[in-house]
């Protein structure tokens, strides 16, 4: 077949023109597919020349068929010539890493990618290099009208300080973070607070600390305080991460000041989120402190009338008991924990139990024996029938950690004196913890004292006793049902 003007060299343009200009996506796409096919026909000299000046000109279209053109294009190097002439296919991928459509933008990018590696050094510098020149651009998205943009930077500027190098953070995205950090958005102000900690770390260790000093910290300062309640809680999740890149002098100066003010934020999650990460800075100054505001704080958190908010700070109370200490513990926070206990949602009461197995992990069952044990076994005399199966929960959780002596001798009486309970929740759960603590318990305590409490339950006059009285007796992976197999 001839072109429009009979000469044949000119066919495989023409045809490429016609098709990429049909109204049919299909035919559109289906040409795209076939370029390699195109270029192999014009040869290398005319693909460089009359080929890719079309493609660059010429991009507009369907997402679909630019995503196939930025996919075709990033293995074109030897249909161009080789690594030699690679550099002319930079002009059509650019324009393709420019489009709305994120998707065809990723792909375009990773075809350029492919091609930096088939540039030789010089052909790089001179022809690649000139595309990581985007500061003016990034200069003005920073600045953008739309905060939906300059929030885009925010999110992403970590990559971006990464992309640019050290010597273009310190004279431009310095300024540009510091910019976002006071941005009259709030979500702007939220992402780029987001990134304090990660921004500091990726900064040129020589001049990291002064940079900090001298340009970020009067931002964080002021965001200490900010109207968004987003905003300080988005700080908080990540300022005590300073500590760390600032030392231990820097941190007592001027960190410390901060921290106190979040923890007397009238935010929950401000001063959440300053507990959740106070090991970064017991690393640098220790946590004591911090302990004189830390306490308020803590015990607000704790009598928070959210019970998510409570919850939170039980989750956390391991974690603190640690970096403060058990001498701090039991004389500000053991209260606290022995509170929760009794608090009117269930879920709350699961949780104090939990942490309580936890604190005896940490501090050993000698602690339990002095200090949580008797608090928990005092509960079985409660008015309030959920405080009496809470004991049972708190044995359950606490025997293994406490040991077969702790168990036996404190805990195993209070149970089977429970069994006794008038109330009939109270009784099948002392069948289930019987059969949780059996393993902790020797044979003897099993034949003489636990055996005929379960036998007496198993005879109850309420089903549900009856039922899990029998259950601990022939469970499957009891040790209970060991020993009854055995005695039998």
Request: net charge negative; aromatic share 6%; charged share 25%.
């Amino acid at each position: 077949m001839a072109g429009a003007d009979g000469d044949d060299s000119l066919y495989p343009i023409a045809v490429l023109i016609d098709e990429l200009r049909n109204e049919d996506v299909q035919l559109r796409l289906n040409s795209i597919k076939k370029l390699s096919t195109i270029a192999l026909a014009l040869g290398v000299e005319r693909t460089r020349t009359e080929l890719l000046p079309f493609l660059t000109d010429t991009i507009y279209d369907e997402d679909e068929v630019l995503l196939a053109l930025a996919e075709q294009l990033g293995n074109f190097t030897m249909l161009v010539g080789g690594p030699e002439y690679v550099h002319c296919l930079l002009p059509p991928l650019e324009s393709l890493a420019t489009v709305e459509e994120t998707v065809v933008r990723d792909k375009a990018v990773e075809s350029l990618r492919k091609i930096s590696q088939e540039h030789s050094p010089v052909d790089l510098e001179v022809h690649f290099e000139p595309l990581t020149l985007v500061m003016p651009t990034l200069r003005q998205a920073a600045e953008d009208k739309s905060w939906r943009v300059r929030y885009m930077v925010a999110d992403k500027f970590s990559e971006l300080q990464k992309a640019v190098g050290p010597e273009i953070t310190k004279n431009d995205l310095v300024p540009a973070f510091q910019n976002l950090l006071k941005d009259c958005e709030a979500e702007v102000r939220s992402a780029a607070a987001k990134k304090v900690k990660e921004f500091c770390e990726n900064l040129p260790e020589d001049s990291r600390e002064t940079i900090i000093m001298t340009h970020i910290l009067s931002c964080v300062k002021e965001l200490v305080s900010d109207t968004s309640q987003h905003v300080k809680s988005a700080l908080a999740s990540v300022i005590m991460g300073l500590s760390t890149i600032l030392g231990k002098d820097n941190t007592v100066e001027h960190l410390l000041p901060l921290f106190l003010a979040q923890l007397k934020d009238e935010c929950p999650e401000v001063r959440l989120n300053i507990i959740s990460n106070l090991d970064c800075v017991n690393e640098v100054i220790g946590i004591r402190q911090l302990s004189q505001s830390l306490l308020p704080a803590i015990v607000e958190l704790a009598e928070d009338a959210k019970w998510r908010v409570r919850l939170a700070i039980i989750e956390y109370m391991p974690l603190l008991a640690g970096q403060l200490g058990v001498e701090f513990f039991d004389e500000k926070l053991n209260t606290l924990c022995m509170a929760w206990l009794i608090d009117h949602v269930y879920a709350i009461r699961e949780a104090a139990t939990c942490n309580l197995m936890k604190l005896v992990e940490k501090f050993g069952a000698e602690w339990a024996q002095n200090t949580i044990v008797p608090k928990v076994l005092g509960m079985a005399n409660d008015p309030n029938y959920l405080h009496r199966m809470t004991t049972l929960f708190c044995i359950n959780s606490l025997s293994e950690a406490c040991g077969q002596d702790i168990t036996t001798k404190h805990m195993l009486p209070v149970v089977l004196k429970m069994s006794n309970d008038q109330v009939a929740n109270v009784r099948f759960n002392v069948a289930k913890s019987l059969q949780k603590i059996g393993p902790v318990l020797d044979s003897s305590a099993l034949q003489t004292e636990v055996k005929p409490v379960l036998e007496k339950l198993a005879t109850d006059t309420d089903m549900d006793v009856k039922y899990f009285a029998q259950e601990a007796i022939r469970g499957k992976y009891s040790t209970l049902s060991i020993f009854y197999e055995v005695s039998s």
